[in-house]
C-alpha cells in the first residue's frame, strides 16, 4: 500500500511518521505527478488559506478533486478537513469539494482555540481516541451522504466519513495512538 501525504504546508511530517510506524509506504506529494498510482492521500492540517494558494499555484486542486470523485480515498486532518468540504463559511478558501459537509473554520473563539477532548468514536473501539484540537474548524452541517463519527459532549460534529473521504477537525498525527490512521488505512484497503 502506497499512501500519498500532501507535503506543501503544515504538520505533514507528522503524518509520515504515523505511517512509518505502521509500516506503510509514503510518499510526500508536491506535484501533481506524485499522486499516481496512490491508494490514499491525507490532507494534512496548517493553514487552509496557504494550502489553498500552494495547491492552485503547484495545480494540484483540480486534479485531487478529480481522483477524489473517482474513490481515491482521501484523510483530511483540521485544515485538511476544511479542504474536503464543499462549504466553507470562508471566501479565502477554495475547498477540493468533495465530501457534503459545511465546516466553520477557527470554529472554537478565542478561550478555546487550542484544547484537548477524549473523544468516544464507536468505529476506533471502546477506549476514547485523544482529541487535540487546534484552532479547529467545526462541521456544522452535514449531507445524507455523510456519516458522523464523533462529536464532543455539546453535540458538535468533529469527524466524519462519506465512503472514501474520511474528515476529522482534530489532530490524530499529534498523538500517540495509531486508531484513526489505521481505520484509514483499512479505507484505503477497500474495507
Ligand atoms: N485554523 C486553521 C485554518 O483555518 C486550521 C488549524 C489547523 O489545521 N490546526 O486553516
Redesign the pocket.
Known amino acids: 500500500m502506497k499512501i500519498g501525504v500532501l507535503a506543501l504546508q503544515?504538520?505533514f511530517a507528522e503524518h509520515i511518521t504515523a505511517l512509518h510506524r505502521l509500516e506503510v509506504e509514503t510518499v510526500p506529494v508536491r506535484l501533481p505527478r506524485q499522486l499516481v498510482g496512490l491508494d490514499g492521500l491525507i490532507i494534512?492540517?496548517?493553514?487552509?488559506?496557504?494550502?489553498t494558494s500552494l495547491m492552485l499555484s503547484y495545480n494540484l486542486r483540480t486534479e485531487i478533486s478529480r481522483l477524489a470523485e473517482n474513490g481515491l480515498p482521501i484523510l483530511g486532518?483540521?485544515?485538511?478537513m476544511?479542504l474536503l468540504a464543499r462549504e466553507v463559511s470562508?471566501d479565502g478558501?477554495e475547498p477540493v469539494s468533495v465530501m457534503g459537509i459545511t465546516v466553520r473554520?477557527?470554529a472554537f473563539g478565542r478561550q478555546r482555540e487550542s484544547f484537548e477532548a477524549d473523544l468516544e468514536i464507536p468505529v476506533l473501539g471502546e477506549k476514547p481516541f485523544p482529541g487535540v484540537?487546534?484552532?479547529?474548524?467545526l462541521i456544522e452541517q452535514v449531507t445524507d451522504e455523510v456519516e458522523v463519527l464523533a462529536r464532543l459532549d455539546d453535540n458538535t460534529i468533529v469527524a466524519a466519513r462519506q465512503g472514501t473521504l474520511l474528515a476529522c477537525a482534530f489532530?490524530p498525527e499529534l498523538t500517540d495512538d495509531l486508531r484513526f490512521h489505521r481505520y484509514f488505512l483499512s479505507i484505503a484497503g477497500g474495507e
Request: hydrophobic share 30%; glycine share 16%; with cysteine.
Open positions: 503544515g504538520a494534512p492540517g496548517g493553514e487552509s488559506t496557504t494550502i486532518t483540521c485544515a485538511g476544511i470562508d478558501v473554520r477557527n484540537f487546534i484552532r479547529a474548524p489532530h
